[in-house]
């Protein structure tokens, strides 16, 4: 067998869908894209068919080591999206050739059933409260939102207290009977992280997700010496080298790697067992299409670590799309009380809609970050 074409489809709300085709029929669909940049990892993409037209799709380890190495400059947030789309083709190639879900081709099931848990509120986190009683009337117990407006290096009391109030009522009106995460989503800087984990403690948060940015990893120690709820870091790092800095740091209770980001099925495999041997859970992240949620998938049924899979049915940003509307086979991405079984079928499990792929992507907008100013005019991290 041999790869012959890779097509790109940027598809609504902002996401973009790969489709590997062999010269024996057999498809592959992958999900490689940065929000935002969905282009420019597209020509990376692209670029990457040089290495892959005309080659062997069972030889994944290979294929892999040949676009990470072959290319000389390596990692990064666009070419390491670019592995991981095609890497998720072309382990859904395998897995329709032999007939089997990719976690039976990584050594089997390691649970029946995987825990999800769903986005409430927006960028700026409001009307929480009535969200999460529509979502547990849907049957989930699990959440997370983002945690603070704009945050200044230094700010101000007022500024903790609203963020600290959000989450007490939160408490106030539901007890124990739901768990939360808080995403600072590195909009609070090390001075703040500090103060706000402090108050944030007697709420209990379930984890609190990028305490500062990826950049600053070198804080997460300190932070994690400073308090008891467990801190979540890992949507912006790309590689197991990436990783192996920060376990070996320590700090973080739970990793959360990007199947679309961190190159793929192959690599995030191996970034869950190091995490596993530094008893490090996994929940990877991921607030993109169904390719994407289909490829943890696989990972979580076979990482003994796998504790939370996030997932974007619903979730704000899924404005003229939303996750199920590209495939085929809804039902077996069946939600029960926030739970989901292994994907039976073949290969990664999901049968894409191609003309529902086709037909979206003729009008597909181009999704851009908001841009936000602090007070005094000067960019506020998003």
Request: charged share 25%.
């Amino acid at each position: 067998m041999k790869i012959t074409k890779l097509t790109t489809y940027r598809i609504p709300p902002r996401w973009m869908l790969l489709k590997i085709e062999t010269d024996e029929g057999v498809v592959g669909w992958g999900e490689p894209v940065i929000e935002g940049k969905a282009r420019t990892v597209e020509a990376a993409v692209h670029e990457y068919s040089q290495y892959l037209v005309g080659q062997d799709p069972a030889r994944i380890n290979d294929l892999w080591q040949m676009m990470y190495r072959a290319g000389f400059y390596r990692g990064g947030a666009i070419l390491m999206s670019a592995i991981a789309g095609i890497d998720q083709a072309l382990w859904d190639i395998k897995g329709k050739v032999l007939g089997q879900p990719v976690y039976q081709l990584l050594g089997g099931l390691v649970r029946d059933k995987m825990k999800t848990y769903s986005w409430v509120g927006g960028d700026r986190p409001a009307d929480v409260i009535e969200g999460i009683r529509r979502l547990r009337e849907a049957g989930f117990d699990t959440f997370k939102m983002n945690g603070t407006e704009e945050l200044g290096i230094i700010d101000s009391s007022r500024k903790v207290d609203e963020a600290v109030q959000r989450v007490a009522e939160i408490r106030s009106a539901f007890g124990d009977s739901i768990e939360f995460g808080l995403d600072f989503h590195g909009r609070v800087a090390a001075p703040m992280a500090k103060v706000l984990l402090r108050e944030l403690e007697p709420h209990r948060p379930l984890f609190v997700e990028e305490p500062v940015l990826a950049e600053q990893y070198e804080y997460y120690r300190a932070l994690a010496d400073h308090t008891s709820i467990p801190l979540a870091a890992g949507e912006r790092m790309y590689s197991r080298f990436e990783f192996k800095r920060v376990f070996q740091e320590g700090g973080l209770s739970i990793v959360q790697p990007d199947l679309s980001h961190a190159g793929g099925i192959t690599e995030c495999v191996k970034i869950a067992a190091m995490a596993e041997a530094y008893d490090i859970a996994l929940a990877p992240h991921c607030p993109l299409g169904p390719v994407a949620l289909a490829s943890c998938l696989q990972v979580d049924f076979v990482s003994h670590n796998a504790v939370l899979q996030e997932q974007s049915m619903g979730i704000h940003y899924n404005q003229g799309g939303e996750v199920l509307d590209y495939v085929k086979n809804k039902e077996d991405f069946k939600l029960t009380d926030g739970y989901i079984q292994p994907l039976p079928k073949p290969g990664l499990g999901v049968e894409v809609d191609e003309e529902r792929v086709i037909e979206a992507s003729r009008n597909a907008p181009d999704w851009r970050n908001p841009v936000w100013r602090h007070a005094d005019g000067s960019i506020a991290e998003w």
